[in-house]
């Protein structure tokens, strides 16, 4: 059984936030991202972290930042009946 890993997004501009994923997600890749850009100005991903607590920990040890979950990977923190 393959162990999960768990990212964390953070970008500047133009928006201050972090963002937890999982490492399947489409737009995480394994911590490399979508980007294509040569230079990531800003934004950084953090990872990757054995528990989503190491993770969530990382995430509210920035400072100054908003803490989102991944609608993709998280959709159960979504789903609000
Ligand atoms: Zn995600």
Redesign the pocket.
Known sequence: MEKETYFVFEKWNPKRFV?I??DE????FYGRGTQKLAKRVSCKWNGPYGTLEEAEGKARSIPASEVLF?????PEKFDKP
């Open positions: 963002r994923h999982r997600c489409s737009s995480c991944c609608k993709l990977c998280f």
